[in-house]
């Protein structure tokens, strides 16, 4: 038996209508490191889904005290120096309770810079710290528009601290973007896995 909402049909016989509009997201990429510089996605930014999203899971630096970043890049470029404007906060609280932060981080943001974008809290390189979160990047493909990204994550910071970052922006090209790239501010990502997902909405 079919289910119908105002003379158009849902259900017809436990399937879904095909007419209907349905959103969805899909695992499309995953890159895990071990003692890399960076992991770079250079395929799959297509204009099939409407925004990508990019998982951090337990991203691991070699060099303490470092912050997780990203760039992008068009076409067959490899430079990953793209202009981009953002803003950057962020809340901290340390295990020994002595210290609570909420503030905006002015030395993070860019200003129609060419520098990575630092997405994350300094991270400590002790075996259980780590920094996890994601980025998601809007219409990437897009010819006429600029592409906006937001970025929130988690890190375990080497002297007790737990550092919550909000980071967004946009990336001021017209051009479609085909690369982007993760790495630390200095030295490898020594372990953790980013997946890339894309979202379309149907």
Same mark, same amino acid.
């Given at each position: 038996?079919?289910?119908?909402?105002?003379?158009?049909?849902?259900?017809?016989?436990?399937?879904?209508?095909?007419?209907?509009?349905?959103?969805?997201? &899909?695992?499309?990429?995953?890159?895990?490191?071990?003692?890399?510089?960076?992991?770079?996605?250079? %395929?799959?930014?297509?204009?099939?889904?409407?925004?990508?999203?990019? &998982?951090?899971?337990?991203?691991? =630096?070699?060099?303490?005290? &470092?912050? *997780?970043?990203?760039?992008?890049?068009?076409?067959?470029?490899?430079?990953?120096?793209?202009?981009?404007?953002?803003?950057?906060?962020?809340?901290?609280?340390?295990?020994?309770?002595?210290?609570?932060?909420?503030?905006?981080?002015?030395?993070?943001?860019?200003?129609?810079?060419?520098?990575?974008?630092?997405?994350?809290?300094?991270?400590?390189?002790?075996?259980?710290?780590?920094?996890?979160?994601? *980025?998601?990047?809007?219409? =990437?493909?897009?010819?006429? *528009?600029? /592409?906006?990204?937001? %970025?929130?994550?988690? @890190?375990?910071?080497?002297?007790?601290?737990?550092?919550?970052?909000?980071?967004?922006?946009?990336?001021?090209?017209?051009?479609?973007?085909?690369?982007?790239?993760?790495?630390?501010? @200095?030295?490898?990502?020594? %372990?953790?896995?980013? /997946?890339?997902?894309?979202?379309?909405?149907?």
């Amino acid at each position: 038996m079919g289910l119908i909402s105002n003379g158009t049909t849902l259900l017809d016989a436990g399937a879904l209508s095909g007419g209907i509009a349905t959103g969805g997201i &899909k695992l499309l990429s995953t890159l895990t490191a071990s003692s890399s510089a960076t992991l770079d996605f250079t %395929s799959g930014l297509t204009s099939t889904y409407d925004h990508y999203i990019f &998982k951090f899971i337990d991203i691991h =630096p070699q060099t303490d005290q &470092k912050n *997780l970043s990203f760039q992008v890049d068009t076409g067959t470029n490899t430079d990953y120096n793209q202009t981009i404007t953002s803003t950057v906060f962020q809340a901290y609280h340390n295990a020994a309770d002595s210290a609570a932060v909420l503030q905006y981080i002015v030395n993070l943001d860019l200003a129609q810079g060419t520098a990575v974008q630092q997405i994350s809290e300094a991270t400590g390189n002790a075996n259980d710290e780590c920094v996890s979160g994601q *980025l998601t990047i809007f219409s =990437p493909a897009s010819t006429a *528009l600029t /592409k906006h990204f937001i %970025s929130r994550t988690q @890190a375990a910071e080497g002297t007790g601290y737990s550092g919550d970052q909000h980071t967004a922006g946009y990336i001021n090209t017209t051009t479609a973007i085909t690369r982007v790239r993760f790495k630390f501010t @200095a030295g490898n990502i020594d %372990s953790g896995t980013i /997946k890339m997902y894309g979202v379309y909405s149907g």
